[in-house]
């Protein structure tokens, strides 16, 4: 038997992306969007509402990247979730993060971070707060590599936003490969 609870957006995993640009002066901002996915192949769709200074800042430029957060930076990943950068102005360095120049777009990419993706704007609607970007390039630290050049998810542990409970979750753990088990349906 099952349970209704109405229309919720209780899908799951949902990523924990932190999403960077620069301010007109060049100053790194951030922000954690746990309401984001894939949209095709090379583009992202995004919940942010139009009053957060990072989405103030993709909108001026035109340009960002997505990080995955990930478990040993939990913390700083919250953080730059619950408060403002409209409110606090250095909440980059707060949460302890570092930029460096992204390769394909005008945005940081955050150094405590190994997962990102380079991304330019398609569209932003501010009344549905849908914010769709192309992918132009990933990148990936090498420190999150497996011997054969592979991302290894156990070396990143990437966040998942759990909204039954809002909790954080760690992924990375592997229970088999998709469609290369031999697994039998009975």
């Known amino acids: 038997m099952r349970k209704n609870f109405g229309a919720k957006p209780w899908t799951s995993p949902l990523p924990v992306w932190i999403l960077a640009a620069y301010d007109k002066d060049g100053v790194p901002c951030c922000m954690n969007a746990a309401w984001g996915g894939i949209s095709d192949d090379t583009q992202v769709s995004i919940c942010v509402s139009p009053g957060h200074k990072t989405v103030k800042n993709i909108l001026e430029t035109g340009e960002f990247t997505v990080s995955m957060g990930q478990a040993n930076q939990m913390v700083a990943c919250d ?73 290894d998810l156990s070396k990143v542990r990437p966040l998942a936003y759990d909204p039954y409970t809002h909790n954080y979750n760690a992924l990375g753990d592997v229970v088999g490969k998709a469609f290369h088990d031999g697994g039998q349906l009975k």
């Open 79 to 151: 953080y730059v979730g619950i408060v403002s950068g409209n409110n606090v102005p250095d909440k980059f360095e707060k949460a302890g993060f570092h930029a460096e120049p992204a390769a394909a777009v005008n945005a940081p990419l955050i150094q405590e971070l190994a997962l990102a993706i380079e991304c330019k704007l398609v569209s932003y609607d501010p009344e549905t707060c849908l914010m769709v970007a192309d992918i132009v390039e990933t990148s990936i630290d090498e420190s999150a590599l497996d011997a054969q050049g592979s991302v």
